[in-house]
């Protein structure tokens, strides 16, 4: 559907640009204000924490794009029904009022938008607040200071209240700062990364939750925590010579882990970067990097009716969504909004945009198990050994599968019964020859050195697999040893292409190529264990970048009970660049596999499998 209300055409070049866009993305959202209430009612499905508190994450996940304009200098329009809304939803005594907070509660997590609000724009929202209503919103937003909440990335929400408190003259507690600080110091990994929380996963939760919240703190907090600010920022800086590596020259950033729904809030990091003055690349890069970023998310068809976020990656999408996210989740992006806090001649906006840095073609990140790769009008990530332990909805399928990419995205789980329902993209799935497939999930075993990604998995008690990953110029190798004892089906996949138009399907004993005008995507096998080339089409929504049915080039085999050696070479990307000949060679000698491509060449060891 195209939206009335937003200018798609907008580009996205100038302070004013963004200002235009936030306002057209807030004035969408302006019809389904409720009079005399502190929630925005967007549509008729909800998440796990019911329908009151989803309409009141909407409209405070609105001001993220509200406080920006304020500490800019601008009102935007309805301003008058945020503050009413503020006001009802923190009086005990209306009707409306957001209600005292649990355990764990959504509404802990919202309070951090009223904190960034009381730092940088308390002067223009309290001025229409008289000292009653000034206390209710201290009073309601104080109960995030000792409630139990998640061990992860929630630990910066009521710090962030607690530096609104400071700015606006509202007491504030010191010892809350420092219990929340300290439970997260406990899983900070080095060089810049955190995990999000202990044993959880290192998606982007680290960029547009840690590090986006330390650098808002680093910089309105220096004046009172200037160690602590010192070292917020100098881990921002190690952090971002790693995450630049996850953006694409045309402004797209890898899809991966959970919470995708929250869509350019990917780039979110780089906007507090901005906000906060770290100078670890020119301005005009980091410029480049959110407004490339914003406009490749303008050309995809994210909205629906009228301009409203819809559920979804680059469009509609409820099947892949959390269980909570809500209707108005996705306005979480609008933290990307924050350069709108600085004033024209500041030097974000003032440099010319840049593009990005001559960057090495393959970057490995050891903290997180992964490799980024360059290739051309392709960046795609290698990866292992990370799982979501909350089991959200397709868990593996966001964090498990062996690749992930700007320009083929990922498909996600329909079913176990049957291939084309499972997932198989980039991934090696196993049947016990009944049509019910499994995948990697938790792994035993996670190393990365040498510019390869070990990991060791079982998908049943007896049968182990070690595999390696690694990438050989724009080529994914992948070397599976694997030890079962029960016959099995095994497909393994490559990157998916959309079904629209039907690529055409080249399929021998040992490769499947699919190929189209534009795209090829092409497996083959280089094992002595021959796999014979497939091709499988998974449903429609599968895929999150493209609503048609994907196509998955395939191997598909049998193996008996034993031990076995399958090796992979997997490419995709222009298929005028695609190259046959420029495949590598597997050669194995004396527990040795040596992967070769021209003068390139990697060794893999293989280990016995207890």
């Known amino acids: 559907m195209q939206p009335e209300n937003i200018t798609l055409s907008n ?34 499905f909800t998440a796990h924490y019911g329908q009151q508190v989803a309409n009141m994450e909407t409209f405070s996940r609105l001001l993220w794009g509200v406080t920006p304009l304020l500490a800019g200098g601008h009102e935007p329009e309805q301003f008058s029904f945020y503050i009413q809304a503020i006001k009802n939803g923190t009086n005990p005594a209306h009707a409306d009022y957001w209600g005292e907070v649990a355990p764990c509660d959504q509404r802990i997590v919202e309070m951090a938008a009223y904190g960034l609000l009381l730092a940088v724009a308390h002067q223009p929202l309290l001025a229409h607040f008289n000292e009653q209503e000034k206390q209710n919103l201290w009073q309601w937003l104080k109960q995030s200071e000792n409630q139990d909440i998640p061990d992860n990335n929630w630990h910066f929400f009521p710090i962030l209240v607690q530096v609104g408190f400071h700015h606006c003259g509202m007491p504030n507690n010191a010892d809350a700062l420092e219990k929340h600080f300290a439970a997260m110091e406990a ?29 808002i703190y680093a910089k309105l907090m220096a004046d009172v925590d200037p160690q602590r600010c010192n070292k917020l920022r100098q881990r921002a800086t190690q952090f971002a010579a790693d995450f630049i590596h996850f953006f694409a020259d045309d402004g797209a950033a890898i899809p991966f882990g959970r919470s995708l729904t929250y869509r350019f809030a990917q780039a979110a ?24 970023h914003l406009r490749w998310w303008l050309q ?3 909205f629906d009716r009228d301009g409203v976020l819809s559920v979804g990656y680059s469009y509609p999408n ?15 992006g609008l933290k990307t909004m924050l350069v709108l806090a600085l004033g024209e001649q500041d030097a974000f906006w003032q440099a010319p945009e840049l593009p990005l840095p001559r960057r090495e073609m393959e970057h490995c990140i050891p903290h997180a198990s992964q490799i980024l790769v360059h290739q051309h009008n392709h960046l795609w990530m290698l990866t292992s050994g990370q799982l979501e332990l909350n089991n959200f909805v397709n868990t593996e399928a966001k964090y498990c599968k062996f690749a992930y990419s700007t320009r083929y995205g990922f498909t996600i789980e329909r079913g176990r019964y049957g291939l084309n329902h499972a997932a198989p993209d980039s991934m ?39 595999m ?29 292409l959309p079904n629209r138009p039907l690529p055409q399907a080249q399929i021998q004993l040992t490769s499947c190529l699919l190929t189209t005008a534009t795209d090829t995507s092409v497996i083959y096998c280089l094992s002595p264990q021959q796999r014979q080339g497939e091709q499988v089409l998974t449903p429609p929504n599968s895929n999150l970048l493209f609503a048609e049915r994907a196509a998955v080039p395939l191997l598909r085999g049998e ?52």
């Open 559 to 610: 193996l008996n009970a034993g031990t076995h050696l399958l090796i992979s070479a997997i490419w995709a990307g222009d298929t005028h660049k695609f190259d046959v000949h420029a495949c590598p060679q597997a050669i194995i000698s004396d527990g040795v596999v040596r992967l070769v491509m021209g003068r390139h060449e990697k060794h893999v060891i293989l280990e016995s499998i207890q």
């Open 318 to 332: 409820l099947i892949m969504a959390e269980d909570y996210n809500a209707p108005g989740s996705p306005y979480w």
């Open 187 to 215: 899983y900070y990994l080095g060089d810049g990364w955190y995990s999000d929380g202990p044993g959880r996963p290192r998606d982007y939760y680290i960029s547009m939750g840690f590090h986006f919240y330390g650098l």
């Open 300 to 302: 995809q068809p994210l």
């Open 269 to 292: 990091f780089w906007s507090a970067a901005a906000f906060a003055g770290l100078e670890v690349y020119e301005p005009g890069v980091v410029k480049g990097i959110v407004l490339r």
């Open 11 to 44: 580009p996205l070049k100038s302070r004013s640009d963004l200002h235009k866009l936030v306002n057209e993305l807030l004035s969408a959202v302006s019809p389904f204000f409720k009079k005399d209430a502190s929630r925005v009612d967007l549509a008729n």
């Open 428 to 466: 090696l799935l196993l049947s016990e020859k009944d049509g019910y497939w499994r995948g990697r999930r938790d792994c035993q075993q996670v190393n990365t050195a040498d510019g390869m990604i070990f990991s060791r998995w079982q998908p049943w008690f007896d049968v182990t697999i070690d």
């Open 468 to 496: 390696w990953l690694l990438a050989l110029g724009d080529w994914q190798l992948r070397v599976h040893n694997l030890k079962t004892a029960r016959e099995l089906d095994i497909a393994e996949g490559g990157f998916s």
